[in-house]
């Protein structure tokens, strides 16, 4: 019998004995693991969107596989080196996806291709079927607006991101800055720059009323992409009644898409928006506060907008400072 075999065999074409071999394979399933859109924004350029891809062996023998990704972009998947799985074994496999900051807003294809090159730890396969997953990714319009400062009035009121201290208020007083403003974006866009304040006492919570603010109105830029315009803008102060207590004002620029800015004027979402402070200090002798006043340390809770803030009062006037250059920072996360 296995003589005849061997004759069968003999006198069966190439292609049928071709058949007769095993064409193994392996399957695959991707993820985009945070399930997030892409950000071609020059600031996250450094972030790419991850994608974790599964290959699953379900071969009763070892294979080696090879892998490839199409995707319009750049990657940093390594698509040379081979990979070994077991019988039954699973790998995962990791790597990034990245837009160029001109990529239009759109979804775009990704797919992660597998082939078996050989199996058995012997057997070399030439004409296995290649496995795929695809997976659409979106990528984001995005608008950059960015402010720089050209002049200032008083000096040292503007750009408390980079400044250690406040300088104290005139109650009766204007703050005034010139500023370049610079739009940059994937898309056509329609910038604008709001304006706000807030009250920070350090001792006590007070409501707003005791000092007033004027804020300068909305203003819509009319600029597009890679375009600047100079932009003035005036905060007035003015004393309503007596303070008792040192008072922190902060003047606060709203830049990024029109339609954002007034909606987060509103009270509403800060995604995509950029923040600019100014700001300056009631400072209140010791010996017109209260002889009573508790110095203790207490928490002060107040609300910005959206954000919850909790201050540790009570404390020296350096460690405030800082605290409040910290909280400049916690502001700043509010367009996340």
Request: negative net charge; charged residues 20%; proline residues 4%.
């Amino acid at each position: 019998m296995f003589i005849i075999t061997i004759l069968i065999l003999s006198f069966l074409p190439e292609s049928s004995l071709a058949q007769i071999e095993p064409q193994p394979e392996v399957d695959v399933v991707c993820e985009n693991y945070w399930a997030e859109a892409l950000n071609g924004n020059p600031k996250n350029s450094e972030y790419g969107l991850m994608i974790v891809c599964t290959i699953q062996n379900d071969n009763p023998y070892q294979v080696e596989v090879e892998t490839d990704l199409r995707w319009v972009y750049t990657n940093d998947h390594d698509s040379s080196i081979k990979i070994s799985l077991d019988s039954n074994e699973e790998i995962y496999v990791q790597f990034q996806l990245f837009a160029p900051y001109e990529a239009q807003p759109a979804f775009e294809s990704m797919t992660f291709e597998t082939t078996v090159v050989e199996y058995g730890n012997v057997r070399e396969c030439t004409d296995c079927e290649t496995t795929s997953h695809s997976l659409e990714i979106e990528v984001l319009a995005w608008t950059s607006v960015e402010l720089e400062l050209l002049s200032e009035n008083p000096e040292g009121t503007f750009g408390l991101e980079r400044v250690k201290q406040f300088q104290k208020c005139d109650l009766e007083g204007e703050y005034q800055l010139s500023a370049r403003i610079e739009v940059d974006g994937n898309h056509d866009v329609n910038p604008g720059i709001g304006f706000e304040y807030d009250y920070f006492y350090p001792f006590s919570y007070n409501e707003p009323g005791l000092i007033k603010v004027e804020v300068p109105s909305k203003l819509e830029l009319g600029i597009g992409v890679r375009e600047s315009t100079v932009i003035e803008a005036t905060f007035t102060l003015e004393q309503v009644e007596y303070q008792s207590e040192n008072v922190y004002v902060l003047f606060i620029l709203v830049l990024g898409e029109l339609d954002d800015v007034s909606e987060y004027l509103k009270g509403s979402g800060s995604n995509g928006l950029e923040f600019y402070y100014g700001g300056c200090f009631v400072d209140v002798a010791e010996s017109q506060r209260p002889a009573n006043e508790s110095m203790e340390p207490i928490i002060i809770e107040t609300n910005s907008g959206n954000s919850m803030i909790y201050l540790l009062a009570g404390i020296g006037g350096a460690t405030t400072i800082c605290l409040l250059i910290a909280l400049i920072f916690v502001l700043t996360r509010k367009r996340d």
